[in-house]
Structure formats: C-alpha cells, structure tokens
C-alpha cells in the first residue's frame, strides 16, 4: 500500500469494479481520461480488462484503487505502467471522481505512482500524456518535476472536435529535486 498526506493507494479488488464502471461510463471524466469519442464501457468488458490484475498476473500494468483518508471512500483510480524493452520507463495516469478533484489528491498520487516507479521499479524515467487544455493535470505533474516533452496537435478527437494533446516526463533525479 502506497500512503500519501490526503489518499492511500491500494490494489483494485473486484468490488472496486463497480466504481470504476461508474467512472469509465462519465463522459466529462472520460473527455479527460481516455481521449475517445466512445465514452463507455461494458461491465464485462471492465472485468475482462482487469482479470490478470485481480489475479495478480499482470507484467505490464499495476493498477490503484485511490482512498481519500478522510472519508475512507474510493476517489478514483491510478495505473502505472510499462511495455517498453528492458522496462526503463513508466507511464502513469489518473481519474478522480468530481467531489475529490481541485483537493491536491491528483498532484499527491502522481508523486506517490511516480516515487513507486523509481524506487521499486527501478525505473529511468516516467511520463504521463494528457489533454494540452487540462491544465489540473499539467499543473499535478510540474509540481513532481515533470516538463512538457512536446505538443502533439490535434492528436485527440473527442466530442466533435479534435484537440492537442502533450507529452510529459520526469528523470529521477528531476523527481528527487522537486521533492
């Protein structure tokens, strides 16, 4: 378990499913979380997905449950992960529920998956990619040392219209001085 001031971080569990199903089905959340037009998701397709992480069997992927502190509700969830050869760099991103955003929760679980991929996956380097207009995302990352990488327009098409999207990325030491 990863614990921060404002959330702790803990692996999803089948019940969570339920949640995160109400989540990935919010267009506004998913307008800033998956970059899809198709804003919905099955609860089969949902189980699916999350099978071997349920199971603990994913080489790729570990996923969060995010839990405010104060309430012991779930606020949303965090993945990190990895798929490049020789598994030096991660990737991280995250969804909160609106009652829980504007809190410092997103800044905090960034540091918390970003500090979990240097220290205990050895990783080089982590990024994350978001909308160029999410400025809470943007300004969550900066706060843990992370730099635009680059603006890759009108990369995302979401409710009719296309949008730019930006590359972020922190080395460790970066990270380590932002601390």
Request: charged content about 35%; glycine content about 8%.
């Amino acid at each position: 378990m990863l614990r921060g001031k404002l959330v702790y971080l803990r692996g999803i569990e089948r019940h969570d499913l339920k949640l995160l199903h109400q989540l990935e089905n919010d267009e506004e959340l998913m307008e800033w979380a998956r970059f899809r037009p198709d804003n919905t998701v099955s609860m089969e397709e949902l189980e699916k997905r999350y099978e071997d992480e349920l199971k603990g069997n994913s080489p790729t992927r570990r996923t969060f449950a995010v839990v405010d502190k104060k309430t012991g509700k779930v606020a949303g969830w965090c993945s990190i992960r990895w798929w490049r050869a020789f598994y030096t760099t991660a990737d991280v991103g995250l969804a909160l529920a609106k009652e829980f955003r504007g809190k410092g929760i997103g800044a905090e679980v960034t540091r918390l998956l970003t500090g979990l991929a240097f220290d205990q996956y050895n990783m080089h380097k982590v990024e994350l990619f978001t909308r160029a207009d999410n400025q809470a995302m943007i300004r969550s990352a900066e706060r843990n040392g992370f730099r635009v990488e680059g603006r890759i327009r009108e990369t995302l098409y979401f409710n009719g219209k296309f949008h730019d999207g930006v590359q972020m990325g922190v080395l460790r030491e970066e990270f380590r001085k932002a601390g």
